[in-house]
């Protein structure tokens, strides 16, 4: 597709909605959203840029092939379960850290856990759509 419109349109809406998911993720873990609905609007992004400049460019843009975050985000799903049992407490236990960040506020085994489903969202999303838009 080789609309001029799009095409600008599209590479000032990347960052922006990424920025945006990456929002939504931070949120999540004190009010609605989380991982799912953040990596659902960073795919969109990705897949908004796919229409507008092509697949190649934006599998160039990713770097990694999509379907690697998957188990990258599996993995530290998992291992922010497991954390808990290391100090004796029951799996997907909440465990918070003392200080809160500035910007973030509390940080807590959560937002690992959100951060995992976050990236397989991202994996499994991009490798469906990348495979049926190889295939047509």
């Known amino acids: 597709m080789k609309i ?4 600008t349109a599209a590479n000032y809406l990347l960052p922006l909605l990424l920025l945006f998911s990456v929002f939504i993720l931070l949120r999540g873990h004190y009010e609605p959203g989380g991982g799912f609905v953040g990596g659902l609007i960073a795919s969109i992004a990705f897949i908004l840029h796919s229409l507008a ?3 190649d460019s934006t599998k160039a843009l990713l770097k ?3 379907f690697y975050f998957i188990p990258f985000g599996l993995s530290i799903a998992i291992l922010s379960g497991l954390a808990p049992m290391l100090i004796g407490e029951p799996f997907m236990t909440v465990l918070w ?3 809160p960040i500035p910007v973030i506020g509390l940080i807590g085994s959560a937002l690992f856990f959100d951060i995992g489903v976050y990236l397989v969202v991202i994996g499994v999303t991009l490798t469906i759509l990348f495979t049926i838009s190889e295939s047509v």
């Open 4 to 7: 001029i419109l799009l095409k």
């Open 53 to 55: 400049n092509g697949l």
């Open 64 to 66: 990694y092939s999509p």
């Open 97 to 99: 850290f003392d200080d």
